[in-house]
């Protein structure tokens, strides 16, 4: 134990059980904000995969004895049935409440960028979106979103630099002529390079930045449309939206498909995968 005479905090290393966390939430837990249930899955997801780990967050009460840091932890404790080793800091002043998670939170970008990422912001996204679609969700799935976890990303990025390296390369080039959101095209030409090779991939961003042959070349229509509706849309388009017109878009290339216009994905229809097969002589893009 450390003990501040001063102010006579105190504070410990804690092996947290299930037991232990139940009584600390009904006991002492008083007066602090709701807790957000998807935090609470989150944390227990990580806690039973293994993925947490201790690096200096506390749990914390105040001179009370009242509960003023930890309520989502110590849940996904109860949830996840997986003890946590932490440190208990107890006898805060009262006003330690307010200051409590008023800093900056790390992203998965500044994670990955200490351990030497390249490009870590656009990279950690690009990775997500691939995990997602890893595990079956789609990239409208928010909830499912929840559960790729930092660490998730950072091991995705450790075992795939080189590849998500290029698709950022590309996905530069790409955003010249066509500019879909660049999670959209790193996701996109990562998986394009791992079903049809380096070579499509290139010469898929090739036709959307200098133009195809045919007017209604899939990829002069996708370059086209993006920039119509960012006109029209002052800008806002949804990344989920972009991603899958792009999709689309190559899934027709690929097929030696024309493409004319475009109908709007929306959620309840299954989202558009790198491979898909297109209708015989299909001439919209239904997503």
Known sequence: MIRNNKLSISTDIVLVTKSMAQEWLNNFNTNNRKAKRHIV?????????????????????DITGTLIDGQHRLLAVIKSEVPLRT??????????????????????????????????????????????????????????????????????CEVNNDELQE?????TL??????IVGAAWGSLLFQVTKLYG???????????????????????????WVIRTRADASGQISPV???????????????????VKYIDWTVGKPFPRVGDPVSSGSRNLDV
């Open 41 to 61: 899955d989150k944390y227990a997801d990580q806690m039973s995969r293994g993925q947490w780990v201790v690096n200096g967050d506390t749990i914390c009460f």
């Open 87 to 156: 440190t208990v800091v107890r006898n805060l002043p009262l006003n330690a409440f307010a200051t409590i998670d008023d800093g900056s939170l790390r992203s998965a970008g500044d994670v990955i960028q200490r351990a030497g990422v390249k490009n870590s912001n656009a990279i950690a996204a690009i990775a997500k979106s691939l995990i997602a679609f890893q595990r079956g969700y789609g990239p409208h799935q928010q909830f499912q979103l929840r559960f790729i976890s930092k660490t998730d990303i950072s091991e995705f």
């Open 167 to 171: 698709a950022h390369r590309l996905t």
């Open 174 to 179: 790409a955003r010249t002529g066509c500019p």
């Open 198 to 224: 380096p070579e499509i991939a290139e010469e898929f961003v090739d036709g959307t930045v200098n133009g195809g042959g045919h007017p209604n070349d899939p990829r002069n229509t996708v370059r086209k």
């Open 241 to 259: 939206i972009q991603l899958a017109h792009l999709t689309k878009a190559f899934n027709h290339w690929i097929a030696g498909k024309q493409l």
